[in-house]
């Protein structure tokens, strides 16, 4: 009875094994963006899913680390419970932007008295005040508590038009100008901050295993 159960256990090990290596081996042919997404769709009762570490707003140990990998690398990280895979999917110098804004909500107040508002606020940058100072006394959504300060945008990450009239690269930096979003009632004085700047950026499958 006693190598009976030994036996029994033996190739439950055994099985498990090769689970794991089948996996693992699974895991390592992944090479795409595209073929990380396949491999969670297919794989529902694992934890997995593909995130993006951005060398400009991620300082952590881990994402130092994976933005040391090359693509198709990947790093494990193991617990008493768990263990982490992250597999480098993808690897790109994405091209990002930097404005500071002033926002006025054409539900509160007429286009009128927003162009009119806009254009003093406009002459006082021009006489030297601060667009910080500003945007703190005139903005009309939380971001002014920041000064207006955007951070880093890349294409995508706002409203399709305020990208079109802001990223199109014409504003040299610190220089003042409007856009107009009028289908959703958003008016804006802006200011460029910095120069385009790519910042390179990484996109990682990410699974969780629970340690048995």
Known sequence: MLKNTFLIALCFSSVLCFAQDDFESELDSIQTLDEAKIFVKKNKSIKGKVITFNKEKHHTQISDELFRLGKGSKKVYKTDMTKTYYKVVEK?????????????????????????????????????????????????????????????????????????????????????????????????????????????????????????
């Open 92 to 212: 790109n110098d994405i091209p990002y932007k930097k404005f500071s804004y002033i926002f006025l909500d054409g539900k509160q107040k007429s286009l009128e008295e927003i162009n009119a508002l806009r254009q003093s606020i406009i002459n006082k940058y021009q006489q030297g005040f601060r667009f910080e100072d500003l945007a703190k006394h005139y903005s009309m959504d939380d971001n002014a508590k920041r000064g207006g300060d955007l951070g880093w945008v890349t294409e995508g990450d706002l409203h399709p038009d305020f990208e079109e009239q802001a990223f199109n690269d014409i504003h040299n930096v610190n220089e003042i100008f409007t856009v107009d979003v009028p289908k959703q009632d958003w008016y804006y004085v802006i200011i460029k901050t910095e120069d385009t700047k790519y910042i390179e950026e990484i996109k990682v499958l990410k699974i969780t295993e629970t340690v048995k």
